[in-house]
């Protein structure tokens, strides 16, 4: 079954040590309209704890990340043309 990934949860860590959340909606390509990965990371969906991340004008350390909102789909069935499709290993 495909696995969807709708939109990721972060927790930024600021310059002053305190920690802020971020929900990042994803489209087809893995990218979000609400922020940047960082450099050498390409893709939001990419990111992980240690890369960092830009939003406005800021950018943060990734403290954590976890799917938000994410639904898995029988093989065939029509879904939503919003969130990146996990393609499975192998």
Known sequence: MPRVIYSLIFDLRTLSGSTR??????????????????PPKQ???????????????????????RAYREAQWPDGATRMAEGYEVRAAG
Do not use: M
């Open 43 to 65: 893709r939001v969906i990419d990111l992980r704890v240690g890369d960092f991340v830009r939003h406005g004008q800021n950018v943060y350390e990734i403290a954590a990340v």
């Open 21 to 38: 959340q971020l929900v990042a909606p994803l489209n087809d390509a893995g990218q979000s309209p609400h922020c940047r990965a960082v």
